[in-house]
């Protein structure tokens, strides 16, 4: 690729998405900082990366709805150049509690978020990058979660489940494209200091969780962002298909 690199990070506003599109302006992309509810938030980003010498723009996009989707893409591509990079960051918890409990709206909603966000900035990815469509090929970073493993028993069976057919699409999705110049992986995180534990109704997890994981703390943002900077850069050139966890040791 002779231009600079362009990448779409999903709900980058804040928390792990944030810290990535900081990463990604450090190492070069040009960066289209994706939000859907804070502006303000998604603008300081933007304002951050050109403080150090990037170029980003923000979008506002529910990246749960295709044609919400597709407007994002043509967006970045008009504003940026063609979108060589993906982070599918977007994700929502649902609300903390047992599955007799569970919502079927909450259900829906993790689904629509965590899934098939991801698909369908997938497929908008594909259409553009791909050598099969002409294109010279990129890379696509999944966001999963150790909960997808753990299935997060008696606060967060939904969620743990939309993160396990999100790590199913990675696998399938990247044998699909692997002869197409796209390589497709993942990084399951542990637990992250971010916002998204008081949208999930405890704001206290963090806090009462991070002494029971192996390295006996939480994770930053910036922990994950240094793994997924690296699974989208040339360095991990032969690795695709591959759920890397940035867990601490969980
Ligand atoms: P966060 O701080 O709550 O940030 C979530 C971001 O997603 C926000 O920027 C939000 O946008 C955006 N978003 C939510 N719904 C969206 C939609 N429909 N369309 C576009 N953007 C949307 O969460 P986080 O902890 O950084 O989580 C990032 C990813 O890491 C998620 O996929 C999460 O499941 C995963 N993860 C996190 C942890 C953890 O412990 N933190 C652990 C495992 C996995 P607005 O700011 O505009 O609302």
């Known amino acids: 690729?002779?231009?600079?690199?362009?990448?779409?990070?999903?709900?980058?506003?804040?928390?792990?998405?944030?810290?990535?599109?900081?990463?990604?302006?450090?190492?070069?992309?040009?960066?289209?900082?994706?939000?859907?509810?804070?502006?303000?938030?998604?603008?300081?980003?933007?304002?951050?990366?050109?403080?150090?010498?990037?170029?980003?723009?923000?979008?506002?996009?529910?990246?749960?709805?295709?044609?919400?989707?597709?407007?994002?893409?043509?967006?970045?591509?008009?504003?940026?150049?063609?979108?060589?990079?993906?982070?599918?960051?977007?994700?929502?918890?649902?609300?903390?509690?047992?599955?007799?409990?569970?919502?079927?709206?909450?259900?829906?909603?993790?689904?629509?978020?965590?899934?098939?966000?991801?698909?369908?900035?997938?497929?908008?990815?594909?259409?553009?990058?791909?050598?099969?469509?002409g294109a010279s090929g990129g890379t696509i970073v999944n966001v999963s979660s150790m909960a997808a493993r753990s299935g997060s028993p008696g606060e967060l069976v939904h969620y743990a489940a939309a993160k396990a057919a999100l790590e199913a699409f990675n696998y399938g999705f990247a044998a699909e494209v692997a002869t197409e110049g796209i390589r497709v992986n993942a990084v399951s995180c542990g637990l992250i200091d971010t916002d998204i534990h008081a949208e999930a109704g405890d704001a206290e997890r963090v806090r009462r969780y991070a002494t029971r994981m192996p390295m006996q703390r939480a994770g930053r943002p910036e922990e994950v962002a240094q793994a997924i900077v690296w699974l989208l850069s040339d360095k991990a050139s032969y690795v695709t298909g591959a759920v890397l966890p940035v867990a601490g040791g969980r």
Not at 21 to 28: D, K, L, N, S
């Open 1 to 133: 690729m002779g231009n600079p690199p362009n990448i779409i990070i999903t709900g980058s506003a804040r928390g792990i998405g944030a810290a990535t599109a900081v990463e990604a302006g450090r190492a070069g992309y040009r960066v289209c900082v994706n939000y859907v509810n804070n502006r303000d938030a998604a603008e300081s980003v933007v304002a951050r990366i050109q403080s150090e010498g990037g170029e980003a723009i923000a979008v506002r996009a529910d990246v749960s709805d295709p044609a919400q989707v597709k407007l994002l893409f043509e967006e970045t591509t008009r504003n940026l150049g063609p979108v060589t990079h993906l982070v599918n960051n977007a994700g929502v918890p649902g609300r903390i509690g047992r599955v007799e409990e569970l919502h079927e709206q909450t259900l829906r909603r993790t689904f629509e978020v965590n899934v098939f966000s991801a698909f369908l900035c997938a497929q908008e990815f594909v259409k553009r990058a791909s050598t099969r469509h």
